[in-house]
């Protein structure tokens, strides 16, 4: 029993050094999963962002073509509004999914700052389905979209932990006088 007694402090010594090394690969192991998912969902949000952009620039694209056709707007390829209505819905239905994958995973400021941009992009695309005529007033609303399309991007890079990015105002050429 002395025998035992005397390697006892050596066995509780290999226990202990034992369960302390579990415990690290099993905290270690904990945290590194953390990381991974939170990296996993980090590429998801931006994923679902950058296509939620991509879905409402193609409907400002389109609000752009037709606008020129109706005198509003310089951009060099006008398109008729009854060519334009077709594609105009099918932008809306992709836009309406991206919405639901951005309510789903987005940020409470990042899905504001899309409402706001979207809120204008379907003013413009009402002003377009009225056919209005007045390059003043369709100006307004381009520096409410690009405002808002600014503001959208700098609150995805803010959720996302990205630096600045680049404001994407630079000057465009006026619209020509009829």
């Known amino acids: 029993m002395s025998v035992f007694l005397q ?12 369960l302390g090394s579990y415990l690290a690969v099993v905290r270690g192991d904990q945290a590194r999963f953390r990381r991974e998912r939170e990296a996993r969902w980090e590429e998801r949000r931006l994923a679902v ?6 879905v409402l620039k193609t409907a400002v694209t389109l609000a752009y073509r037709v606008a ?9 390829h006008p398109l008729p509004p009854e060519e334009a209505a077709p594609l105009i819905a099918e932008a809306a ?5 991206a919405g639901e994958a951005l309510l ?7 899905v504001e700052r899309a409402r706001d941009w979207v809120t204008c992009v379907m003013e413009m ?3 377009l389905r009225e056919e209005t005529r007045d390059p003043a007033a369709w100006q307004a609303l381009l520096e409410r979209q690009r405002a808002g399309r600014q503001a959208y991007y700098a609150a995805v ?7 600045p990015g680049h404001s994407a105002r630079w000057p465009l050429p006026p619209a020509p006088h009829p």
Do not use: C, M
């Open 157 to 163: 890079r803010r959720d996302l932990a990205l630096p």
């Open 104 to 110: 789903l995973l987005g940020s409470t400021e990042v």
């Open 93 to 97: 239905t992709a836009r309406d999914a």
């Open 49 to 54: 962002y950058a296509d939620y952009a991509r």
């Open 125 to 127: 695309e009402r002003f």
């Open 68 to 76: 020129s056709q109706l005198g509003n707007d310089p951009h060099p």
């Open 7 to 18: 390697q006892l402090p050596a066995l509780i010594g290999v226990v202990i050094g034992a």
